[in-house]
Each structure stands twice: as structure tokens, then as C-alpha cells.
């Protein structure tokens, strides 16, 4: 279904509770058009309202809805295939993820408007400076091998994570938060978190966005989790080749509803282009990710699109502390020379919303929309050259890495800035070469003058303001991917202030003030913030996918 966000976002400001929750029915697939119409009336939304509504999510009609096709079915999904065997200690990759999602749950769930659902927590709660959490644990929930879930369990998960020896892709989030001691039971049906700092968004680090953290038993060895993938998800493994792929089957022990499909079957591929082109040939039902740049395509109307925006991005870091780029006028020169509209029209065909050079974006509710977009501005961009001392420009090397449409992102940049006589050398890398060792003083990425990163979606800024800007040193800042070498004491104090918040209007008016340093020091430039894409052939309904390219199949069925 083809939606007008902010078309749809409008006519839904003003509305009652009650109303709110019958779109949200809608667009969640429970509610047909005719029972949407019916149920509107009664609640008291117009029918211009109404039809104002459907125009906003495109001709296509609702959302794939249960019931339009049959359970029981066998559905083959293709994703690109894992690094290595799956393992929720360190897996970082998108095929390993993707296979965890089929049979794995963190805690919380965060939906698609970043809005924190139960998963296997059924309730939680922050002391008030937001220093300890306390989650309550549904009950009666079991592993795919029938034992029961218990607090020890998910204690040993995160312990495990939390712990530096096991150097846990989740460290990206604990690391200066959380260490093993803090995670502590309560009692059979209690767990608490207590952490180093103030964090009002922990609920994150414990959810589908933080992609480690999915429960396992205690005592698991991680290393050998691949053999049994036992979890608390709808399906258990069947069988699985690193090779070749994965089946999966429903779990008999699942607390929620039972898997519609009967099986699925994840095939692997080396990329995206074989991946789409089996979708096209009818090989298999659902490609778990597209790219506009790569397949195009699938956008011709034949295929159904799940199209969900959020928060992932490319970072252009210029570093801080290097001349030229050490002067603000600079890093503010180049960032004027760029036309967003429309790269978003040519990388993306529209399927992206303009950033504004903070890590705030569109989506979050937190986001403070009254900052004033920064545009296009050659003139001006020359005149800070002028003023920093480069009036003639300078020269300068960029690294990315061969990655979607971050290439051709990389020339536009270098072309836009060209026209106020700043000479960019591209440096394309691929992937392993870029990241290196992937610490400062051995990669690329984080030693480059200028470089081009991308980053997956989160349900909120918190991660995005502490790694890549906040200052390295690990005593005043927690900047582990601090590319731009940015060292701002006000901007380190802010985002403190931030983090510790709960309340998403404190938050807000925070955030209007981190926008506002960021703009004017632009170490960092933001672009664009790219919607997810996965497409299914017609007769298959309901995938669920997130932006941070989680792919969940248990609600799929097929006519």
C-alpha cells in the first residue's frame, strides 16, 4: 500500500481517541474498506473524512489483510546470505538477523511508528531519573525445545551481553550503561536494569533494535546456538545450510498465536539483483529487502510493496579537527552545495524524506520540526569559503564504501561541491577494506578526512547522538564511531541532558537545541533518511518488515 505520510499525519491531528484507533485499525489490515467505512460512521469520522483517508493510502487499498489468503501455505522468502552461522552474541549482519527474527524476541517491540509494544515483557517502568528499569515478565512462555522461560534466563542473556569479555555486537548500546552487575532479579516475575547513567530510552536497547538481544536459555553457548535456534518466536529451525539457506517450521510451544504459514523457506543469495530477479521469475514469494537504486522494478504496481520510513541514514563526517574542515565555515560550505529534493528524487524515486544535518529524523516523534530546513546555497557557500581563508577552494579525499546507491551518492557530493571550487577525491572501498579494524587509527572509516557511512534505523536518536558525535574521550563522551573527530563540550552536556529524559516534550525542546548546535556546526552532513523496501508477488499478504530491515513471516498467508 502506497501511503501519503504526511498527507495521512494531518488528517489525523484534531481526531478523537476513538477515531485514532479505528485508522489505526485500517492501516494495521484489520479493518477492510467496507468495515472501515461502517465503523468510521459510527464513530463519529465523515465520510469526506474517510474518503480523505483512503486517498492518503494510495489506490492499492488497505494493507494486505488477514483472510485474503489461506493458511497453512509454504512460504519462500530470499534474503542475502549471512557472514556465518547466526549467533546473537555477535551477529551484525542482515541474513544472520533476518534468521534470528523467524524464531527470537527481545523484550520489547517496537512498531513502525516507534511506539514500544510488550513482547516478552508485558510492562515496565523507570525510576525517576531513569537510572533503574523495571520490566514485569509475561508469564508462561516457552522455548522452541518446550522448556519454560524464566527471569534467570533473561538475566544470563543480558549479563552475557553486557559483559566486555564477549565482546557483544550489543555493546554498542551498553557499553558506558549497563555492565552484568546491573541486571539483577527481583523475583520469578521481575527483572531490573540498573545502569551507570540516566537513559530514558533503555526500552530500546532491549528490543528488536538492539538485534543481539533476543532471549535464550541460560547457560546457552553461543557459539553453537546455530545447531538447535531455539528461542520463544512463532517457528522453530529445521534445517539450515550457511550455504544454501534455512526451513523453518511452526513452534508448538509459541505463547502467541500460531504461525499462519506452515513452513518457510529462507533461500540465500550472494546480493540483491539474483534475489529480485527470483521474485520476478516466481522462484520466491517475498524478498526481505530492495533498493531503488538496485530494483527499481519492483515499484511497477505488480508486486506488493512494504514501504516503512524511519530513521536509516548516510553520515558525511568532516573532521574536526583537520584544516580546512577543522573551520565550521567550511564543513557549513560544503553541506550548502547540496540539493536534497533532488537527490532524493533521483536515489530514491521519492522513497526518502531530506535530512537537515542532525540525526533527528522525519519519524521521530522527539524530532522538533520548527528548526528551519538548510537549503541549497552556493552563493553563500562561497562566501563562508572566503571567510574561513579557501576562497580559491581546496582539495580533500572521500572513503565510502560500495554499498546500495552510496556510491553515486558519493560523486553527487563531490559534483555539488566542485561548483564552489572544492576539489573531493573519491576513495570507494569495499565494505571490509572501509570499516578495517574499525578503530580509530586502523580504518578508514573513523580516520578519513571525510567519510561516508551508513546506518541502519533505531526507534529513536539516542544511539545516534552518543556514538558518532559525542566527544571520544571515554571520560565526558561515549563516541566509539566518532568519524568526524567532533570534541563540542555544550553539545556533550545536551545530549547528557537528553538521554536521561523521558518525557518526550522535554525531549523535544532538547532536541530543537541539539538541532540548532549541530546546524551551525555541521561536523556531520545527514542528507536523507531512506524508507525500508520489501516486496512480495501479488498473491502473498501480510509480511511484516521494520526499518531497522527486520523481516517477520509468521503472519503471511497466500492465495
Known amino acids: 500500500m502506497n501511503i501519503d505520510h504526511e498527507r495521512l499525519d494531518a488528517l489525523r491531528r484534531g481526531r478523537g481517541l476513538v477515531s485514532e484507533h479505528v485508522i489505526d485499525e485500517f492501516l494495521a489490515g484489520r479493518l477492510s474498506r467496507r468495515a472501515f467505512l461502517r465503523t468510521g460512521a459510527v464513530v463519529g469520522l465523515s465520510m469526506p473524512a474517510m474518503g480523505a483517508i483512503l486517498s492518503a493510502c494510495g489506490s492499492a487499498g488497505t494493507p494486505s489483510s488477514p483472510g485474503r489468503g489461506k493458511a497453512g501455505a509454504t512460504i519462500k522468502a530470499g534474503c542475502i546470505a549471512p557472514n556465518a552461522a547466526p549467533n546473537p552474541l555477535t551477529v551484525i549482519d542482515i541474513g544472520g538477523i533476518q534468521m534470528m527474527n523467524q524464531v527470537s524476541q527481545g523484550l520489547v517491540f517496537y512498531d513502525n511508528d516507534n511506539v514500544p509494544q510488550p513482547w516478552l515483557a508485558s510492562s515496565w517502568e523507570a525510576n ?4 533503574v528499569w523495571t520490566f514485569k515478565i509475561r508469564q508462561g512462555v516457552k522455548f522452541s525445545d518446550g522448556s519454560p522461560m524464566t527471569v534467570d534466563d533473561i538475566v544470563y542473556t543480558y549479563q552475557s551481553h553486557a559483559d566486555k569479555a564477549n565482546a557483544s555486537g550489543a555493546l ?8 552484568p552487575s546491573g541486571v539483577v532479579k527481583v523475583d520469578g516475575e521481575t527483572l531490573q536494569f540498573h545502569l551507570q547513567a540516566p537513559y530514558g530510552a533503555f526500552p530500546e536497547t532491549v528490543s528488536q533494535a538492539n538485534y543481539n538481544a533476543v532471549v535464550v536459555p541460560k547457560n546457552t553457548e553461543y557459539d553453537k546456538w546455530a545447531k538447535s535456534f531455539i528461542g520463544t518466536g512463532p517457528f522453530m529451525m529445521k534445517s539450515f545450510n550457511q550455504s544454501s539457506g534455512a526451513t523453518f517450521v511452526r513452534n508448538p510451544h509459541y505463547w502467541g498465536a500460531q504461525a499462519l504459514p506452515e513452513s518457510v523457506q529462507i533461500v540465500f543469495y550472494a546480493d540483491e539483483q539474483p534475489a529480485s530477479a527470483a521474485l520476478q521469475a516466481g522462484a520466491i514469494d517475498v524478498l526481505a529487502q530492495f533498493t531503488v537504486s538496485n530494483s527499481p522494478q519492483l515499484l511497477n504496481g505488480q508486486y506488493n510493496v512494504n514501504k516503512v520510513r524511519g530513521s536509516s541514514h548516510r553520515a558525511l563526517s568532516m573532521r574536526c579537527d583537520q584544516s580546512p574542515l577543522k573551520d565550521k565555515a567550511v564543513r557549513q560550505a560544503i553541506a550548502l552545495t547540496l540539493d536534497r529534493q533532488a537527490i532524493v528524487a533521483a536515489l530514491f524515486k521519492g522513497n526518502a524524506q531530506v535530512g537537515n544535518d542532525s540525526p533527528f529524523a522525519p519519524s521521530f516523534p522527539m524530532t522538533d520540526k520548527t528548526v528551519p530546513q538548510r537549503e541549497r546555497n552556493l552563493d553563500k557557500a562561497k562566501e563562508l569559503l572566503a571567510q574561513a581563508g579557501v576562497p580559491r577552494g581546496f582539495s580533500v579525499e572521500l572513503y565510502t564504501e560500495r554499498l546500495q546507491e552510496m556510491p553515486q551518492f558519493a560523486q553527487i557530493v563531490a559534483e555539488s561541491a566542485a561548483k564552489i571550487g572544492v576539489e573531493i577525491k573519491l576513495n570507494v572501498l569495499t565494505i571490509a577494506d572501509y570499516y578495517g579494524d574499525a578503530v580509530f587509527g586502523k580504518s578508514p572509516w573513523l580516520d578519513g578526512a571525510m567519510s561516508l557511512v551508513d546506518y541502519g534505523a533505531v526507534p529513536g536518536p539516542s544511539t545516534f547522538l552518543r556514538a558518532p558525535l559525542q566527544s571520544i574521550d571515554a571520560k565526558v563522551g561515549q563516541g566509539s564511531w566518532n568519524a568526524a573527530h567532533f570534541d563540542n563540550p555544550e553539545y556533550n552536556a545536551l545530549t547528557r541532558q537528553y538521554l536521561g529524559t523521558v518525557d518526550v516534550a522535554k525531549q523535544r525542546e532538547l532536541a530543537g537545541k541539539i538541532q540548532a548546535l549541530l546546524l551551525d556546526e555541521t ?15 501479488a498473491n502473498v499478504f501480510d509480511v511484516v518488515s521494520t526499518a531497522g530491515q527486520q523481516l517477520y513471516l509468521d503472519k503471511v498467508s497466500k492465495s
Open 172 to 179: 554498542s548500546k551498553f557499553a558506558g550503561l549497563l555492565d
Open 523 to 537: 561536523p556531520v552532513i545527514y542528507p536523507y533518511f531512506y524508507d525500508f523496501l520489501s516486496a512480495s508477488r
Open 128 to 131: 525517576a531519573d531513569a537510572t
